[in-house]
C-alpha cells in the first residue's frame, strides 16, 4: 500500500524525442512512422502528504534561532524521483527554511535545503519550494524551520514519480552519450500545429524536444494574456535544482515530474519554464502556446517579467559546478534564435515591472533566490560568457539582412512579421518582413523600404513586380519635396506637396528613363503627381506637376509639358 495516496496527473503522450528544426519549413516536415513513438510504460503520479506541525512544547530552537515549527518523520515510501514542498499563500515565508532527508539506496543522506521559491501570485495556486530532482529515493524525512516562530498553513510535501521514457526500439543510452543516440529525430507535420518559424531567420532555430514527445499532461490552458503582444523584451536563466548525475534518457522524466509539481502542488496552469535545457544540450519546450511566442509562463515572480521574457530552466545544480559545455552552447543557441525573431541584442538593459534588468538575466536578479545558483549566475556576464555568446554566435551565422536589421535596431525596424525567407525571381535573394520597414537582400545588396515607399512597392508586386528589386537606399534629392528610392527597373519617388498627405509614385522602364534624361524632379515636367498606369490603346502614362510621360504602343516615349 502506498505511503502517499496517489494523483494521476496525465498519460505520457509519446516518449521518443520529437525535434523541429530548422532545417525544414513547417509546411515541409514529415510524420514520424507509426512505430517510431514508444507506448508510455507508467504515468506520472503525485503522491502527497501533510507536514505536521511541532507541538509549541517540542519546538526547538536552532542554531540559527529560528524555531522547528514542522517536521514530517523519517519513513519509507515507494520510489520517488522529485520531491517540493508547498504550503497556503500569504505567509510571509523570508527566512523560512525548508529542507528534506532523502533514503536512497537503502541509506539515508544528509538533510538538504528546498530553496522558498518566491512570486507575486499572479499564476495563483500554492506558495512553494523550487522542485528537487533526487533521481531515484524510496524515504523521506521533512523539517520546516521558522525565524518567527509561525508555520504556514497548508504544509505538505510531494513525492513524484514521473515514469519512464524508453527510446523506441532500444534500450537507454548510457550518461555519457550524445543526445542525438539517445532518440532519433523525428518532425511534426503541419496538420498537428506544426511550429510557423521559417527557416532563415537571423539566428537558425536549435532542435527542440516538443510537448508531445516528453509527454507533457494535455488541457493546459492558462488564462489570459498567455501572449504577449508585444514580443519578449529579454531572458531569465534559471536552476531546476537537484542532482546533476543523470542520464540523457532520464531528463524528459525530470520535465514531467517538474510540470506535475507546478501543476499538480502548486496548481499553476502549466510547467513554469518556456523552455528546459538538460546537461547534454537537449532543449525542451515548456510552457503550451508556441515555441516562437511570447508565452507567459511563471518563472521570474514577477507578472510583468513573465509576461514578457522566456524563462530558460537548466537542468541541475549550480551553486560550484558550472553548466557543462553542451548546456552552455544549447542555451546559446536557443537564447541568439529567440532573440534574433525579435531584434534583440544580447547586452543592454530594459525596464519592466519595477526592475531595471540585463536583457539576459538571472532569476535572482528579479527576486531573492539563489537561482540559478553562483556558478551558472557568474557565467551569465563573465568574459565569453552567456552574453558574449550569444552575441558573437549572432554574428557569426548572421545573414546580410541580419545584420541591417542588428545596425537599424528594433527602434527602426518593430517587431518580426515575417521571418527572413527565399524568393527566386530574378536576381534572386531574401526577404524580411518588419512592422515598420521591409528588408530584401539579393546580389545587389541588402537595403530597407519603409513608410509610403514600402507601401507602393509592394502594390505593384514588389521584387516580382514591375520595379525588380532594390539596389540603393532612399536618398534626398535636388528637390527639398522629394526623396527616392532606386531599383532594379524602376524608381519611387517619396514626394511631400503643400496641403497634401506624403505620397510615393512608381515610374519604371522606359518611362522611367526618359523622366531621369529629363533631370528629374528638377527638369521642366516637375514632381510626379500620380504613379505609371495603363490607358486605352495598349499605353502607358505617369503625371506630373507640370505635364506627363506616355509610353506609346509602339514603344517610343512622349513628352507633353503644360
Request: glycine residues 12%.
Given at each position: 500500500?502506498?505511503?502517499?495516496?496517489?494523483?494521476?496527473?496525465?498519460?505520457?503522450l509519446?516518449?521518443?524525442?520529437?525535434?523541429?528544426?530548422?532545417?525544414?519549413?513547417?509546411?515541409?516536415?514529415?510524420?514520424?512512422?507509426?512505430?517510431?513513438?514508444?507506448?508510455?510504460?507508467?504515468?506520472?503520479?503525485?503522491?502527497?502528504?501533510?507536514v505536521?506541525?511541532?507541538?509549541?512544547?517540542?519546538?526547538?530552537?536552532t542554531?540559527?534561532?529560528?524555531?522547528?515549527?514542522?517536521?514530517?518523520?523519517?519513513?519509507?515510501?515507494?520510489?520517488?524521483g522529485?520531491?517540493?514542498?508547498?504550503?497556503?499563500?500569504?505567509?510571509?515565508?523570508t527566512?523560512l527554511?525548508?529542507?528534506?532527508r532523502?533514503?536512497?539506496?537503502?541509506a539515508?543522506?544528509?538533510?538538504?535545503?528546498?530553496?522558498?521559491?518566491?512570486?507575486?501570485?499572479?499564476?495563483g495556486?500554492?506558495?512553494?519550494?523550487e522542485?528537487?530532482?533526487?533521481g531515484?529515493?524510496?524515504?523521506?524525512?521533512?523539517r520546516?524551520?521558522?525565524?518567527?516562530g509561525?508555520?504556514?498553513?497548508?504544509?505538505?510535501?510531494?513525492?513524484?514519480?514521473?515514469?519512464?521514457?524508453?527510446?523506441?526500439?532500444?534500450?537507454?543510452?548510457?550518461?555519457?552519450?550524445?543526445?542525438s543516440?539517445?532518440?532519433?529525430a523525428?518532425?511534426?507535420?503541419?496538420s498537428?500545429?506544426?511550429?510557423?518559424?521559417?527557416?532563415?531567420?537571423?539566428?537558425?532555430?536549435?532542435?527542440?524536444?516538443?510537448?508531445?514527445a516528453?509527454?507533457?499532461?494535455?488541457?493546459?490552458?492558462?488564462?489570459?494574456?498567455?501572449?504577449?503582444p508585444?514580443?519578449?523584451?529579454g531572458?531569465v536563466?534559471?536552476?531546476?535544482?537537484?542532482?546533476?548525475?543523470?542520464?540523457?534518457?532520464?531528463?524528459?522524466?525530470?520535465?514531467?515530474?517538474?510540470?506535475?509539481?507546478h501543476?499538480?502542488?502548486?496548481?499553476?496552469c502549466d510547467?513554469?519554464?518556456?523552455?528546459?535545457?538538460?546537461?547534454?544540450g537537449?532543449?525542451?519546450?515548456?510552457?503550451?502556446?508556441?515555441?516562437?511566442?511570447?508565452?507567459?509562463a511563471?518563472?521570474?515572480?514577477?507578472a510583468?517579467?513573465?509576461?514578457?521574457?522566456?524563462?530558460?530552466?537548466?537542468?541541475g545544480t549550480?551553486?560550484?559546478?558550472?553548466p557543462?559545455?553542451?548546456?552552455?552552447?544549447?542555451?546559446?543557441?536557443?537564447v541568439?534564435?529567440?532573440?534574433?525573431?525579435?531584434?534583440?541584442?544580447?547586452?543592454?538593459?530594459?525596464?519592466?515591472?519595477?526592475k531595471?534588468?540585463?536583457?539576459?538575466?538571472?532569476?535572482?536578479?528579479?527576486?531573492?533566490?539563489?537561482c540559478?545558483?553562483?556558478a551558472?549566475?557568474a557565467?551569465l556576464?563573465a568574459p565569453?560568457g552567456?552574453?558574449?555568446?550569444?552575441?558573437?554566435?549572432?554574428?557569426?551565422v548572421?545573414?546580410?539582412?541580419?545584420?541591417?536589421?542588428a545596425k537599424?535596431?528594433?527602434?527602426?525596424t518593430g517587431?518580426?512579421?515575417?521571418?527572413?525567407?527565399?524568393?527566386?525571381?530574378?536576381?534572386?535573394?531574401?526577404?524580411?518582413?518588419?512592422?515598420?520597414?521591409?528588408?530584401?537582400?539579393?546580389?545587389?545588396?541588402?537595403?530597407?523600404?519603409?513608410?509610403?515607399?514600402?507601401?507602393?512597392?509592394?502594390?505593384?508586386k514588389?521584387?516580382?513586380?514591375?520595379?525588380?528589386v532594390?539596389?540603393?537606399?532612399?536618398?534626398?534629392?535636388?528637390?527639398?519635396?522629394?526623396?527616392?528610392?532606386?531599383?532594379?527597373?524602376?524608381?519611387?519617388?517619396?514626394?511631400?506637396?503643400?496641403?497634401?498627405?506624403?505620397?510615393?509614385?512608381?515610374?519604371?522602364?522606359?518611362?522611367?528613363?526618359?523622366?531621369?534624361?529629363?533631370?528629374e524632379?528638377?527638369?521642366?515636367?516637375?514632381?510626379?503627381?500620380k504613379?505609371q498606369t495603363?490607358?486605352?490603346?495598349?499605353?502607358?502614362?505617369a503625371?506630373?506637376?507640370k505635364?506627363t510621360?506616355?509610353?506609346?504602343?509602339?514603344?517610343r516615349v512622349?513628352?507633353?509639358v503644360?
Amino acid at each position: 500500500m502506498r505511503f502517499i495516496s496517489g494523483a494521476i496527473v496525465g498519460a505520457v503522450l509519446a516518449t521518443s524525442m520529437t525535434f523541429v528544426s530548422s532545417s525544414a519549413h513547417a509546411d515541409d516536415v514529415v510524420a514520424p512512422p507509426a512505430d517510431a513513438v514508444a507506448a508510455p510504460t507508467d504515468p506520472v503520479d503525485v503522491s502527497t502528504t501533510t507536514v505536521p506541525a511541532v507541538s509549541q512544547g517540542l519546538s526547538a530552537a536552532t542554531a540559527d534561532g529560528g524555531d522547528l515549527v514542522a517536521e514530517l518523520p523519517a519513513r519509507k515510501t515507494d520510489d520517488f524521483g522529485l520531491v517540493g514542498v508547498t504550503w497556503d499563500r500569504g505567509f510571509d515565508a523570508t527566512g523560512l527554511l525548508v529542507e528534506v532527508r532523502l533514503r536512497t539506496a537503502g541509506a539515508w543522506g544528509e538533510w538538504q535545503e528546498l530553496h522558498v521559491e518566491g512570486d507575486d501570485g499572479s499564476e495563483g495556486g500554492q506558495d512553494g519550494t523550487e522542485p528537487l530532482w533526487v533521481g531515484s529515493a524510496d524515504g523521506i524525512s521533512v523539517r520546516v524551520t521558522s525565524p518567527t516562530g509561525q508555520r504556514p498553513a497548508g504544509l505538505k510535501v510531494a513525492t513524484i514519480d514521473p515514469g519512464t521514457t524508453p527510446a523506441a526500439g532500444q534500450a537507454s543510452a548510457p550518461a555519457a552519450a550524445p543526445a542525438s543516440s539517445v532518440s532519433p529525430a523525428v518532425y511534426r507535420t503541419s496538420s498537428a500545429s506544426a511550429v510557423t518559424v521559417a527557416s532563415g531567420a537571423t539566428a537558425p532555430m536549435p532542435p527542440i524536444i516538443l510537448r508531445s514527445a516528453w509527454g507533457a499532461a494535455p488541457n493546459t490552458s492558462c488564462s489570459s494574456p498567455n501572449v504577449s503582444p508585444g514580443g519578449i523584451k529579454g531572458a531569465v536563466i534559471h536552476h531546476t535544482a537537484g542532482t546533476n548525475t543523470y542520464t540523457a534518457a532520464q531528463s524528459a522524466q525530470i520535465v514531467r515530474a517538474t510540470q506535475a509539481y507546478h501543476m499538480k502542488s502548486r496548481k499553476w496552469c502549466d510547467i513554469g519554464y518556456n523552455f528546459l535545457v538538460d546537461k547534454y544540450g537537449q532543449i525542451f519546450e515548456g510552457r503550451n502556446g508556441g515555441i516562437d511566442r511570447a508565452v507567459r509562463a511563471a518563472h521570474s515572480g514577477n507578472a510583468a517579467v513573465n509576461e514578457n521574457t522566456m524563462g530558460v530552466s537548466m537542468m541541475g545544480t549550480f551553486s560550484t559546478m558550472a553548466p557543462t559545455q553542451a548546456t552552455k552552447d544549447a542555451v546559446t543557441k536557443l537564447v541568439a534564435w529567440r532573440f534574433s525573431l525579435v531584434g534583440l541584442p544580447a547586452s543592454g538593459t530594459y525596464s519592466l515591472g519595477g526592475k531595471t534588468l540585463n536583457r539576459i538575466a538571472g532569476h535572482r536578479d528579479v527576486v531573492g533566490t539563489e537561482c540559478p545558483g553562483a556558478a551558472a549566475y557568474a557565467w551569465l556576464s563573465a568574459p565569453g560568457g552567456l552574453r558574449d555568446s550569444v552575441a558573437g554566435y549572432t554574428a557569426s551565422v548572421a545573414t546580410p539582412i541580419a545584420q541591417r536589421v542588428a545596425k537599424l535596431g528594433a527602434g527602426a525596424t518593430g517587431a518580426l512579421v515575417q521571418a527572413e525567407y527565399p524568393f527566386y525571381t530574378a536576381p534572386g535573394g531574401t526577404k524580411a518582413r518588419y512592422k515598420k520597414i521591409d528588408i530584401i537582400s539579393s546580389p545587389l545588396g541588402t537595403f530597407s523600404l519603409g513608410d509610403v515607399v514600402r507601401s507602393r512597392y509592394n502594390s505593384l508586386k514588389g521584387q516580382s513586380g514591375a520595379l525588380g528589386v532594390p539596389t540603393g537606399i532612399i536618398v534626398t534629392t535636388a528637390r527639398s519635396q522629394v526623396r527616392m528610392q532606386r531599383f532594379h527597373h524602376g524608381t519611387i519617388y517619396r514626394v511631400k506637396r503643400k496641403n497634401k498627405k506624403v505620397a510615393a509614385y512608381a515610374l519604371y522602364g522606359k518611362v522611367e528613363n526618359k523622366y531621369r534624361s529629363l533631370r528629374e524632379a528638377s527638369g521642366k515636367l516637375g514632381v510626379p503627381t500620380k504613379t505609371q498606369t495603363k490607358i486605352s490603346g495598349g499605353r502607358e502614362r505617369a503625371y506630373f506637376s507640370k505635364g506627363t510621360l506616355t509610353l506609346q504602343s509602339n514603344g517610343r516615349v512622349t513628352v507633353s509639358v503644360k
